[in-house]
């Protein structure tokens, strides 16, 4: 008895074996998953993200540089960009046909935010009550995943606006603040135009304008209450200068550009960073 038992045992044994040996011969390959926009990352060119509960956002990569185009037109966080990105490429664990069926029950008949990755939309939806997992949905497919994603695609505008002050580190050529105005001269000497007899170290300027070049923002915002005054410009090479308002706060500055009117944070002690030429020390005789 025990050894008609083993038989079986073995038989079933090898019985599974060659079905799995079948499954996975050459050129029959398990079927892959597809991620949700069913979409290669590095194909994706434009993104759509449309709210119930604020503005429409829009951006576009030009040049492998991603940019803001709605509601404001300026470069894109860069790291913003990615999280979204990696929302595309989910791959649901979980998904059921998308039948004919009531979609308010998932809370898809007025979809908390759609995202459009190219032209593959995601409808967002609620949240169901056994797991706290969220439904999305695409023309076809329900799907359920995990709710990690949605603080991206509602997040205020703002948070998606790169906090650098000059993009892709242009080279200055010239800077006019109410503190200093430095012009660099043709034999690439610089001048203080503001104080012309004084000797400028050339290493002194340079790391004065670093501060500029490599600035980043507290915050970057489209609204600010006061009114700016005292003004700043910005020359760089080859490029279009950059004009900024001053506005003086408690412990802070907002420096307002000209052409976008975004409102650019930095605090006190980096403003004074960026207007101050560093003391060098001499080396002793």
């Known amino acids: 008895m025990k050894n008609r038992l083993l038989i079986n045992l073995l038989l079933i044994t090898l019985v599974v074996c060659l079905g799995m040996i079948a499954w996975l011969k050459p050129g029959h390959e398990a079927p892959k998953k597809t991620n949700l926009a069913g979409l290669d990352i590095n194909t994706i060119q434009h993104i759509k993200i449309e709210r119930t509960a604020a503005n429409t956002i829009e951006l576009k990569r030009l040049q492998n540089q991603w940019y803001l185009t709605q509601p404001v037109n300026t470069l894109a966080l860069a790291g913003k960009v990615e999280r979204l ?53 695409n023309d076809t497919q329900l799907f359920l995943l995990d709710d990690t994603f949605l603080h991206h695609l509602t997040a205020p505008v703002d948070a998606y606006i790169d906090t650098r002050l000059i993009p892709n580190n242009g080279q200055i050529i010239g800077l006019k603040t109410p503190e200093i105005t430095l012009q660099r001269q043709e034999d690439n000497t610089w001048k203080n135009i503001q104080s012309p007899t004084d000797e400028l170290s ?60 975004l409102a650019y944070q930095f605090s006190d002690t980096k403003y004074k960073k960026m207007t101050t030429l560093p003391r060098l020390e001499t080396p002793n005789a």
Do not use: C
């Open 202 to 261: 050339s290493d002194a300027v340079q790391m004065l304008l670093d501060e500029w070049r490599f600035a980043r923002a507290i915050t970057v915002t489209t609204k600010f209450d006061a009114t700016p005054t005292e003004q700043i410009i910005i020359s760089l090479y080859e490029q279009p200068n950059l004009t900024f308002h001053l506005i003086k706060q408690k412990d802070s500055v907002l420096l307002v550009s000209n052409d976008k009117k």
């Open 85 to 137: 990105l990696k929302i595309s490429q989910i791959k649901p664990t979980t998904s059921y046909p998308l039948e004919k069926q009531p979609l308010s029950q998932f809370g898809l008949d007025t979809p908390t935010v759609k995202v459009s990755f190219n032209k593959k939309t995601l409808n967002i939806g609620k949240t169901e009550s056994v797991q706290s997992r969220r439904y999305v949905s």
